[in-house]
C-alpha cells in the first residue's frame, strides 16, 4: 500500500529532516536577535514619528487662525458696502468690502472694477491691500476687496494657497456680473481687473486662465510655484515636506504640486499682465519674477510688464515706493482697461 | 520496458517529495511570520486612509473646524491602530523565532530574523525616500 510506504517514509524522513544546527548559529542568534530588535524598534520610532509629526503639521498649516479685520474704507474717507457673495463650484461663504471708484469730479463709478485679494495670513484691512485698495478707489477704479476662505471674516476652510482659492477669485467675479452689488445706480461693472500680492497674486493668476473676464492683472510678489517657496522657506522642515505634502493631500484634497501659475500665464495672453516684486524679497525668491514673465512672454500677442523694486522685501514695493506704486499700477490698469466711460462720470 | 521500482528507490524519491514539500512549508511559514507585521501595517493604513476618506465625504457639507476635529480623530485612530498591529505582530513573530530556535530549528529562525530586518528597512523605506528626495 501507498499509503502505510508513505507513512513510513515520513518517519524516516522525519528523522532525518531535523534541521542542522552549527554551533555557530546558536551563539550568534542572541546577537542578530538583538540587532534586528533595534532595527524594527528604530524604524517603526522614526515611521510613525514621521507619519505623527507630518500629519500635525498639516493639520496646523491648514488651519491658521484668523487675522481679524481692524479697519474699514471709512479710514481713507471712502463710501463702502460690506458684501457677502459665494464661491464658484464649492460656495464657501466670503465677506469683503465694495468701493466705488471716486472720478474726479467726485462722482462715484463701478464702471472700471478691480478684485483685490490679499496674500497668506493676512485679509483685505491689511495696510497693504486696504492702502492699495483705497488708492485705487480714489483713482477713479471701484474696488471689491475681500477676504479669502479662511481668512479675515469669510468662512473657515483649509489654506491651499491659491488651490481652492481660485475658486473665491472666480466667485467675486460671478458676483460682479450677477450678484445683488451694493450700489445698484452705478450698474454693473465694464470691465474687471485684479490686483493680487503674494498668495493673492498667484490665485489671480490661476482663476484667470479660467475667467476670461478678468481682463487685466497686476502681481505682486506672486510666485512661480508653491512647492519650490515653500522648500526656501522654511517653515516646514525640509524633510518633513513630502510628508507634511502627502499629509495635506490625504487630509483635505490640496495638491500643492498643482499650484504653478507658472504653467498657465503663457493662456492669460493677450491680456495685459503687470509683475511687480522687491530684490529683497526674503519669502518669496525673487527669481519666481523672471520665471513668471518669461512663461507669460511665450504666450500669443503677450502684454508683460515686470518692475523689480530695489532693495524692497516681500510685499513691501507699496511700502518702499509710495506714490509711484500707486502711479505705475494706475497707469497700468488705465491703458489696460480703458478710461472710465460711465454716465454717472 | 521499463525496470518495476525497488521498494528502495520508491521511499528514496517519497523522502525527497516529502524533504521538498517540508522545505516549502517552512518557507511558507518563515514568509507568513515575516510578511505579518508588513501585511497587517498596510492593512491599517489602507484602513485610516478608507476612514479618512469617509469622513471627507461624510463631511463635506459640514463646517471646517468639526470636519478638522473628525479628521484628527480619524488619524489619531489610524496611528493608534497601525502601533498597535504593528508591535503585536512583531512581539508574535519574534516568539515565534525564539520557538523554533529552542526547538533546533536554527535554519527557519535564522531566516525569520534576517526577514524582521527587511520588513524593519520597509517600514523605513519611505522615511529614506523622503531623507534623499527633499
Redesign the interface.
Known amino acids: 500500500m501507498l499509503i502505510p ?2 507513512l ?3 518517519k ?2 522525519a528523522q ?4 542542522v ?2 554551533p555557530r ?2 551563539h550568534m ?1 542572541p546577537r ?2 538583538r ?3 533595534i ?2 524598534i ?3 520610532v ?3 514619528g ?3 509629526i507630518s ?1 500635525y503639521t498639516a ?1 496646523i498649516v ?2 491658521q487662525p484668523a487675522v481679524p479685520v481692524t479697519q474699514t474704507p471709512a479710514a481713507f474717507g471712502l463710501h463702502y458696502r460690506d458684501v457677502t457673495f459665494s464661491s464658484r463650484i464649492d460656495h464657501v461663504r466670503l465677506r469683503g468690502w465694495f468701493i466705488p471708484g471716486v472720478l474726479p469730479n467726485g462722482h462715484l463709478t463701478a464702471n472700471r472694477t478691480l478684485i483685490v485679494v490679499h496674500g497668506t495670513g493676512s485679509n483685505r484691512a491689511s495696510p497693504l491691500v486696504l492702502g492699495v485698495s483705497a488708492a485705487l478707489a480714489r483713482k477713479g477704479f471701484a474696488v471689491l476687496a475681500f477676504d479669502m476662505r ?1 481668512m479675515g471674516q469669510s ?4 489654506l491651499s494657497e491659491g488651490y481652492f482659492e481660485q475658486r473665491d477669485v472666480l466667485g467675486a467675479v460671478d458676483f460682479l456680473r450677477s450678484g445683488a452689488l451694493p450700489y445698484p445706480a452705478l450698474g454693473r461693472p465694464r470691465i474687471i481687473g485684479a490686483w493680487g500680492d503674494s498668495m493673492g497674486a498667484a490665485t489671480i493668476l490661476l482663476a484667470a486662465s479660467h475667467e476670461p473676464a478678468i481682463r487685466a492683472i497686476v502681481s505682486d510678489s506672486g510666485f512661480a510655484a508653491i512647492v519650490p517657496v515653500l ?1 526656501s522657506d522654511h517653515t516646514i522642515s ?6 507634511v505634502l502627502l499629509a495635506v493631500r ?2 483635505y ?1 490640496i495638491n500643492y504640486a498643482a499650484v504653478r501659475p507658472v504653467d498657465v500665464v503663457a493662456r492669460l495672453a493677450p491680456r495685459p499682465l503687470f509683475f511687480i516684486q522687491g530684490t529683497a524679497d526674503s519669502v518669496v525668491p525673487p527669481a519666481n519674477l523672471s520665471l513668471l514673465a518669461k512663461a507669460a512672454e511665450t504666450g500669443p500677442h503677450a502684454h508683460v510688464q515686470v518692475w523689480q523694486v530695489k532693495g524692497a522685501d516681500h510685499v513691501a514695493s507699496f511700502q518702499v515706493m509710495g506714490a509711484i506704486y500707486i502711479q505705475r499700477v494706475v497707469a497700468f490698469f488705465t491703458q489696460a482697461l480703458g478710461p472710465d466711460t460711465s454716465t454717472a462720470a | 520496458m521499463s525496470q518495476p521500482l525497488s521498494e528502495h528507490s520508491i521511499a528514496q524519491s517519497t523522502a525527497r517529495r516529502y524533504r521538498f514539500m517540508l522545505a516549502c512549508q517552512h518557507l511558507w511559514h518563515v514568509l507568513a511570520i515575516v510578511l505579518l507585521p508588513l501585511l497587517l501595517l498596510t492593512g491599517s493604513g489602507v484602513g485610516t486612509l478608507g476612514l479618512i476618506v469617509l469622513v471627507r465625504t461624510w463631511t463635506a457639507s459640514d463646517a471646517f473646524f468639526v470636519r478638522q476635529m473628525l479628521l484628527l480623530l480619524a488619524v489619531t485612530l489610524g496611528l493608534l491602530l497601525a502601533v498597535l498591529t504593528y508591535t503585536v505582530s512583531i512581539v508574535f513573530a519574534l516568539r515565534k523565532i525564539r520557538a523554533w530556535h529552542e526547538s533546533n530549528q536554527a535554519g527557519k529562525a535564522h531566516g525569520a530574523t534576517w526577514g524582521l530586518g527587511f520588513t524593519a528597512l520597509m517600514v523605513a523605506l519611505p522615511l529614506l525616500l523622503a531623507l534623499f528626495l527633499h
Open positions: 510506504g508513505f513510513q517514509s515520513e524516516k524522513s532525518v529532516a531535523p534541521t544546527v552549527l548559529s546558536r542568534a542578530q536577535r540587532f534586528i530588535v532595527l524594527l528604530l524604524s517603526a522614526l515611521m510613525f514621521y507619519s505623527a500629519l493639520m491648514e488651519s479662511g468662512d473657515p476652510a483649509p522648500q525640509g524633510i518633513f515636506l513630502p510628508g490625504l487630509l484634497g
